[in-house]
């Protein structure tokens, strides 16, 4: 079956409001895959036999993981591609050769579009430059990230993701430095060919992680005006705390009124880098559906969950996002 294309649906329906899934790699370790290595949630394709035993643990957990959060109402999911950068993958698995490489990322993809069936929008998640040496909840990008070659780092998993009729979507994930964002904005639709989002990693106190504002980061957006990527038609938050992600999306919608935003925070608890362990820090304050609620009045137009949410958390919001469409 064909799709319809996910910006048309979101522009030609602007009250509708979309159901992501939750956090991949966190759900995957809780059904028992160690994503603790240096590709993260990657890790479970990186294993020959995720291919040939048609008996293949991962593959069924990978499977399940899919079915929870279709069954929760996700109508938009991710490819399990975080951490699979080229630089990533090449560094630290068997597979060193772009070839190779190119090979791993069509076969997930394809994979996943498997998993989800034909009907339901597929993204292909790409983390931040920082996901590389986890610096994504720093921001900290060394002493010169202007001088970062992120075309260098993004451009052999872009140009797989580019060419694949299994994605409607790329997604930008956990992007902390305002480098890194520049440097995206400026690639037109010879290096970003689909429609794409950003999702910003930003600290509890409204700021990205290197300490730009959100509304520096509106007035670039419009600074940019006709020069933007036409693909370019979502931005927000992911992996940010549960508890501060609406004021976050208040400041980017009061610079941005009528660009479509797009949220995923975490549960809340904070990642420890070193030990990869997430650490609680505080309960939640509100639930999904004052979390909805205060995302639909700031102009989010999808919504699921980040790190450490689950098939229950993405069940709550797809109910609050149902409710408050009949009211
Ligand atoms: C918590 S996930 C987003 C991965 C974090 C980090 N890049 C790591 O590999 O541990
Ligand atoms: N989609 C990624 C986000 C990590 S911040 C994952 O679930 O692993
Ligand atoms: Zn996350």
């Not at 509708?16 to 394709?45: C, M, Y």
């Not at 400026?186 to 509890?204: A, Q, R, Y």
């Not at 479509?260 to 997430?278: C, F, M, Q």
Request: glycine share 6%; net charge negative.
């Amino acid at each position: 079956m064909t799709r319809t294309s996910i910006k048309s649906y979101l522009l030609e329906n602007p009250e509708a409001v979309l159901v992501l899934d939750g956090g991949q790699g966190t759900e995957l370790e809780n059904r028992g895959i160690q994503v603790a290595n240096p590709v993260w949630s990657t890790i479970p394709f990186i294993n020959e036999s995720f291919w040939s035993d048609p008996a293949s643990k991962d593959r069924e957990i990978v499977k399940s993981m899919y079915q929870a959060f279709l069954k929760s109402g996700a109508q938009v999911l991710m490819t399990v591609t975080y951490q699979a950068s080229f630089k990533s993958v090449s560094e630290n698995t068997r597979i060193k050769t772009l070839p190779q490489y190119t090979e791993l990322l069509t076969k997930i993809v394809s994979f996943s579009r498997e998993c989800i069936g034909s009907d339901k929008w597929l993204v292909g998640c790409i983390g931040a430059w920082g996901a590389h040496n986890c610096s994504e909840f720093t921001g900290e990008y060394g002493p010169e990230p202007e001088k970062i070659d992120f075309l260098e780092y993004f451009e052999p998993q872009l140009s797989t993701f580019n060419v694949s009729d299994d994605l409607d979507m790329i997604g930008f994930e956990t992007i902390p430095n305002f480098h890194e964002l520049k440097a995206i904005l400026s690639w037109d639709t010879s290096i970003i060919s689909k429609p794409f989002f950003i999702g910003l990693s930003v600290h509890e106190n409204g700021l990205l992680r290197d300490g730009t504002t959100m509304e520096e980061i509106g007035r670039y957006i419009k600074s940019l005006g006709s020069n933007l990527n036409p693909n370019f038609f979502l931005i927000g938050v992911n992996c940010v705390s549960f508890n501060h992600s609406s004021e976050m999306l208040e400041s980017l919608h009061r610079e941005l009124p009528d660009f479509p935003l797009i949220a995923y925070p975490n549960s809340g608890e904070v990642y420890d880098t070193v030990k990869k362990v997430w650490n609680p820090k505080e309960s939640h304050t509100y639930t999904w559906d004052d979390i909805v609620k205060k995302y639909k009045a700031s102009g989010v137009r999808i919504i699921g969950g980040c790190c450490r949410t689950t098939p229950s958390d993405i069940e709550a919001i797809s109910e609050a996002v149902h409710q408050s469409r009949q009211q």
